[in-house]
């Protein structure tokens, strides 16, 4: 009688229900660094700090320009002062939409010339996210930045597409042959 494979079990969750870093394909230290502890802090502290400032329950209203590119100006700088201090954030959609406390789709909205407020926000919000993919893209090409990550981060929030084109050149030109002729053709292959 055959042995019966016994199935391995994988905690993916620990006693309090959180996801734990265990994954089937990818594995720590040959596809990916394991995350140094001190760094997830500090982003999770960015996040509480975030909610602090933006305690109000409400996304802001920006009555002019000046007030969200004030926002973007902290953004940038709270991102350097990250950096500064050995952790590594690279600036996203996602993160920017944490620090103001808004969804992605308002971010969309604002960009894209929808809503009350967009109309006047939507070269800020534009120019915004053209420096994120200025820093990622430098990053990318440097080798700092996973291409992976990259291309996804470039479809998901910069509007870019992976795409593949392909020409097609007959071999027969239909205009210059009568209906024998390719009828004859094809028989012939």
Request: aromatic share 8%.
């Amino acid at each position: 009688m055959p042995k019966r494979k016994t199935k391995k079990t994988i905690q993916r969750r620990d006693e309090n229900g959180l996801r734990l870093l265990t994954y089937r394909r990818f594995k720590e230290g040959v596809d990916f660094e394991a995350p140094d502890a001190d760094r997830v802090t500090a982003i999770i502290d960015f996040v509480n700090h975030c909610n602090k400032i933006h305690n109000t329950g409400r996304p802001p209203t920006f009555e002019t320009v000046e007030e969200l590119q004030g926002a973007v100006d902290a953004f940038w700088e709270i991102i350097a002062e990250q950096n500064r201090n050995g952790v590594r954030v690279i600036p996203d959609v996602e993160g920017f939409c944490s620090f103001i406390n808004i969804s992605r789709q308002t971010l969309n909205e604002w960009e894209h010339g929808r809503g009350k407020q967009a109309g006047l926000l939507s070269d800020t919000v534009k120019r915004l996210k053209n420096h994120m993919a200025y820093v990622k893209k430098q990053l990318a090409l440097t080798g700092n930045m996973p291409p992976i990550v990259f291309a996804t981060d470039f479809n998901n929030n910069h509007g870019y597409t992976q795409k593949t084109e392909h020409i097609i050149t007959p071999g027969i030109s239909q205009d210059s042959m009568s209906h024998e002729e390719i009828a004859a053709r094809y028989l012939e292959e």
